[in-house]
């Protein structure tokens, strides 16, 4: 089965750091492009990042763009977001999801990310 | 990268049909025939409804379907079953590797 699991969430202080991770299984890793998609609790779905297959291409929203990093281990079928200068307001559960013509066929459980002092 | 508009929410008697529609501007939904739907049930993770505007994925009811005209795409549910009821989002392409979803739409079967 193709499945999605994230992982590395948690509570972090305003200005702090997380990196969450979402290994992936039951398809060919490496052929699809992927992304991070976030919802603020009580809120709508966000496009956050996304990476090519390869890895050598990333897309950010203007919104975490210069504070997160999107990267991939294909070697591990794993995906990663690095999240830097955390503020409040990237309070939200972050889904890793698959990309398929240019809809996220595959989705994972989601992680939740909690940033208060 | 603004956020795509549509209603609020949107009501309807089992058996009926709803129309829920997605307003987006020439430079995403007006642009590309690249609008996706997703379902999503409290507590869960979202499940694409349809893709490329008007196409189903494997396992996604006939009840299902997709249209678009001008900057605005429609997501039509025909036989509403106390099942759908969920919030629904529309997302389209706007350019290489971005993407604008719009603000959600909850669905209730009355």
């Known amino acids: 089965d193709v499945q999605l699991v994230e992982s590395g969430g948690g509570l972090v202080q305003p200005g702090g750091s997380l990196r969450l991770s979402c290994a992936a299984s039951?398809?060919?890793?490496?052929?699809?492009?992927m992304s991070w998609v976030r919802q603020a609790p009580g809120k709508g779905l966000e496009w956050v990042s996304t990476v090519s297959g390869s890895g050598g291409s990333t897309y950010y929203a203007d919104s975490v763009k210069g504070r997160f990093t999107i990267s991939r281990d294909n070697s591990k079928n794993t995906l990663y977001l690095q999240m830097n200068s955390l503020r409040a307001e990237d309070t939200a559960v972050y889904y890793c999801a698959k990309l398929r013509r240019e809809a996220f066929d595959v989705w994972g459980q989601g992680t939740m990310v909690t940033v208060s002092s | 990268q603004s956020a795509l508009t549509q209603p609020a929410s949107v009501s309807g008697s089992p058996g009926q049909s709803i129309t829920i529609s997605c307003t987006g501007t020439s430079s995403d939904v007006g642009n590309y025939n690249l609008v996706s739907w997703y379902q999503q049930h409290p507590g869960k993770a979202p499940k694409l409804m349809i893709f490329e505007g008007s196409k189903r994925p494997s396992g996604v009811s006939n009840r299902f379907s997709g249209s678009k005209s001008g900057s605005t795409a429609s997501l039509t549910i025909s036989g509403l079953q106390a099942e759908d009821e969920a919030d629904y989002y529309c997302c389209s392409y706007a350019s290489i590797g971005t993407y604008v979803f719009e603000t959600g739409t909850k669905v209730t079967v009355l």
């Open positions: 039951g398809f060919t890793f490496n052929t699809y492009a």
